[in-house]
């Protein structure tokens, strides 16, 4: 296998990136709107550095100074994508929010492997097309009503995913484990930093010892061990997504794995589809044709 044709084993890798992305969106989606979406990224992402921060420590791999400054500036990117993606997904239509992002955060990691590999050839630049086109039809439904501050959200959360497509590659070529540890460290201490500001601003005047407004209200524990367990699984689905997006992108070209990894809504579209009984339409049906035709043309 060579990065100019990548093997069956970084093309799966890959797609398995973009099913837990897609799976990790949309439990996202629902957390955020069970909470602010800092806190989903501040529990799930502290969850997640714990154990890469264990297992990093148990293997015993050496440090590098490239995987700390680049890993804590994907983690910064990415945090922030994350927040921006979670309020858009919590604003409006999960499909159109996760098409948009998704379309967006091709765009720079395609280009900056051109400048550094060279073009990507005819038939895998037609694969990349069809894959941006699929995500777009896979994701967005006829008669949306799409909130304008959510699609802007969406755009700047693409943009930053982007980004942080690019930083990750660099990251992993010394260590993948410690690449996304530090990704985490930046990751969570975004998170926390935005829970504590929506914290402060949200904080109700009242007079000493007097209880916690919610604290008491039925069903408010049950509420948090909801959300608690969400994020739990956005943590190990999102970190899970990343690990083989850098696998992927170590064993192929950065366009190939990115766009590969990009078609994480089509698996946000069918879990809305299976779990919250939103409508589907023929577009999306020849959307995911769309996606398989994107992949095989990418592969050759």
Not at 36 to 60: D, Q, T
Not at 138 to 143: C, E, F, M, S
Not at 185 to 213: D, F, H, I, N, Y
Request: with cysteine; proline share 4%.
């Amino acid at each position: 296998m060579t990065a100019s044709h990548p093997g069956g084993q970084a093309v799966l890798l890959g797609l398995a990136s973009s099913a837990l992305w897609g799976s990790a969106d949309f439990s996202g989606g629902l957390a955020a709107r069970r909470t602010e979406p800092a806190f989903v990224i501040a529990i799930a992402h502290a969850l997640s550095l714990a154990i890469l921060l264990a297992a990093a420590i148990a293997r015993h791999d050496p440090l590098h100074t490239s995987e700390i400054v680049y890993g804590l500036l994907s983690g910064l990117v990415g945090g922030l994508g994350l927040i921006a993606l979670y309020n858009a997904l919590a604003l409006g239509s999960m499909g159109l929010t996760a098409a948009v992002c998704g379309v967006v955060s091709t765009i720079f990691p395609v280009v900056a492997s051109w400048l550094r590999e060279g073009h990507a050839g005819g038939t895998r630049l037609a694969g990349f097309a069809i894959a941006g086109l699929a995500i777009w039809l896979i994701a967005y439904t006829p008669g949306d009503k799409p909130h304008p501050r959510g699609l802007g959200l969406a755009v700047v959360a693409g943009i930053f995913f982007g980004t942080m497509l690019i930083l990750m590659r660099i990251a992993a070529a010394q260590s993948v484990l410690w690449a996304l540890t530090w990704t985490r460290v930046a990751s969570t201490t975004v998170g926390v930093a935005a829970s504590l500001v929506m914290l402060l601003r949200s904080r109700p005047q009242r007079s000493p010892g007097s209880p916690v407004p919610g604290s008491t209200l039925p069903g408010a524990k049950s509420h948090w061990r909801i959300v608690l367990l969400l994020a739990a699984l956005v943590g190990l689905l999102d970190t899970s997504g990343n690990l083989l997006y850098m696998l992927a992108a170590l064993a192929c070209r950065l366009d190939v794995a990115a766009v590969l990894s990009a078609l994480y809504p089509g698996i946000t579209m069918l879990l809305a589809l299976l779990l919250l009984k939103e409508r589907t339409t023929r577009s999306q049906g020849a959307g995911m044709v769309l996606a398989l035709v994107a992949v095989a043309l990418i592969a050759i």
